[in-house]
């Protein structure tokens, strides 16, 4: 089966560092992207990674390892709006390209 | 359009009505999603179109969900016979890449259905 993991709830304070991690269990591994969700919003789309290493796009940085089927989600200089769900997901070509997605993670910043 | 448009945002209906909630995706997005999300809960795939056709309609929860898209653009997702069970955020994406998340789905602002 395909499967997601990921922290559900994650703590931090405002101006430092976190790391979301995701571990997957998936055939067909195509690519790994993230998403954030505020309360009572959409997902919007941050990043997606197909190849191993480290993208940066801003404050926001995603990482992948294929090998260890393994990536996370880097969020520098912790802003209170920064304050929402993140989810990972995988594209997969034994499910015809589409996402399978994980649970979410709940980032909590704390002032 | 610009972005994904959703109608209703907010539906209240008695339980037993029928309910239909559009979604109008990106112009050119040839891959459109329906998803259903629970209060704090994570995304639950409803149903995929390519185009007109829908190749994966595993994620219907039963025989009461159906959706169709017409004109490779505008998709309606019906529910029969609603249920208590039913209330959850709806929401629909769409994507220019087939899907293969490269560029993203973009979402909807979503259809809060309850029902009563």
């Known amino acids: 089966g395909q499967s997601l993991e990921q922290p559900s709830e994650v703590t931090a304070v405002e101006g430092a560092i976190v790391q979301i991690n995701c571990t997957y269990q998936?055939?067909?591994?195509?690519?790994l992207s993230w998403y954030q969700q505020h309360d009572g919003g959409a997902p919007t789309f941050l990043s997606y990674?197909?190849l191993d290493g480290l993208e940066e796009t801003g404050r926001f940085s995603s990482f992948l390892s294929r090998s260890d089927s393994y990536g996370y989600l880097l969020l520098q200089e912790l802003q209170m709006k920064d304050s929402a769900s993140y989810f990972c997901?995988?594209?997969?070509?034994?499910?015809?390209?589409?996402?399978?997605w994980g649970a979410g993670t709940k980032l909590i910043i704390k002032p | 359009g610009a972005g994904v448009s959703q109608s209703p945002s907010n539906k209240v209906t008695e339980k037993g009505k029928d309910v239909e909630l559009r979604c109008d995706p990106i112009?050119?997005?040839?891959?459109l999603y329906w998803y259903r999300q629970s209060l704090g809960q994570g995304l639950e795939f409803l149903i995929y179109?390519?185009?007109?056709?829908?190749?994966?309609k595993s994620g219907l929860p039963s025989d009461r969900f159906s959706a169709e898209r017409t004109g490779g653009s505008v998709s309606t997702l019906t529910i029969q016979r609603t249920q208590q069970e039913d209330s959850a955020v709806y929401l629909c994406?769409?994507?220019?890449?087939?899907?293969?998340?490269?560029?993203?789905?973009?979402f909807g602002s979503g259809t809060r259905l309850t029902v009563v």
């Open positions: 994406a769409s994507s220019g890449d087939g899907g293969a998340g490269h560029y993203g789905y973009t």
């Open positions: 112009s050119g997005h040839t891959a």
């Open positions: 179109f390519q185009g007109n056709s829908a190749p994966d």
């Open positions: 998936t055939s067909g591994f195509y690519g």
């Open positions: 990674n197909a």
């Open positions: 997901a995988v594209t997969s070509m034994d499910s015809n390209y589409q996402l399978i």
